[in-house]
Each structure stands twice: as structure tokens, then as C-alpha cells.
């Protein structure tokens, strides 16, 4: 299995940026596809990015396309999220979740896929 490990939350004003990392540990020599997703109090939970082994695939929901930026370094075990023109919207907990694959470009959209998940950093954007 593998172990995640978020960093890189805060409080940020509108319009700045955050840069989340997600660090894994144990069986990362297997191939996996990472996602993050958020979740904001009272709202269901959201599927961020998806981003297959290869970096090749990846998916962004529309709420954040055009913001967010999805990175692997599969040397260092860590997958990052740019984020950059935060709205207050924005607001929630974030959380990294990893799926082993059969293929390297594969980056599947639905969280039940992802076995592996982080205890979450928060992200709160001021108005």
C-alpha cells in the first residue's frame, strides 16, 4: 500500500496563490494515478484533478481549469497543485488519493477508485 502525506494549505487572499504538495510512501514503485479532490463544509466532495503515472493524462474539473496545475515527480514520490487565482469558493479540504493502474496514462475520475487517501490540508480563501 501506499501512505500520503499533504502539506502546503493556509489562509490566502483572494486573487493569490498555494502551492499543495501530496508525498507518498511505501509501494511507490508500482504504477499509480493520483487525484486531489476538496471538500467544503456542507458540500459534497469534489474531484480537483486527476493525473495518470506518465503525467501524460490528466483531468481538471471546470470549476479550476485554467487555475490549478496538476505535477508529478515520480523520482521524488510527490504530486503537486499550483493554485493561482484563488476565489473564495475555493475554500475546503483537500486531500491526495492514489489507485494503482495497469497502464501508465490511465487517471481515472471517480474517487471510488482511489484506495490510498491523505488526511487532508485546508485551503481558505478571504474575501
Known amino acids: 500500500q501506499v501512505q500520503l502525506v499533504e502539506s502546503g494549505g493556509g489562509l490566502v487572499q483572494a486573487g493569490g496563490s498555494l502551492r499543495l504538495s501530496c508525498a507518498a510512501a511505501?509501494?511507490?514503485?508500482?504504477?499509480?494515478?493520483m487525484v486531489w479532490v476538496r471538500q467544503a463544509p456542507g458540500k459534497e466532495r469534489e474531484l480537483v484533478t486527476a493525473?495518470?503515472?506518465?503525467?501524460?493524462?490528466?483531468d481538471y474539473s471546470d470549476s479550476v481549469t485554467g487555475r490549478f496545475t496538476v505535477s508529478r515527480d515520480n523520482t521524488q514520490n510527490t504530486v503537486s497543485l499550483q493554485m493561482n487565482r484563488l476565489k473564495p469558493e475555493d475554500t475546503a479540504v483537500y486531500c491526495c488519493?492514489?489507485?494503482?493502474?495497469?497502464?501508465?496514462?490511465?487517471?481515472?475520475?471517480?474517487?471510488?477508485?482511489?484506495?490510498?487517501w491523505g488526511q487532508g490540508t485546508q485551503v481558505t480563501v478571504s474575501s
Open positions: 488519493a492514489a489507485a494503482y493502474t495497469v497502464t501508465v496514462n490511465y487517471a481515472g475520475r471517480r474517487t471510488s477508485e482511489y484506495k490510498y
Open positions: 511505501g509501494r511507490t514503485a508500482e504504477i499509480y494515478a
Open positions: 493525473i495518470s503515472w506518465s503525467g501524460r493524462t490528466i
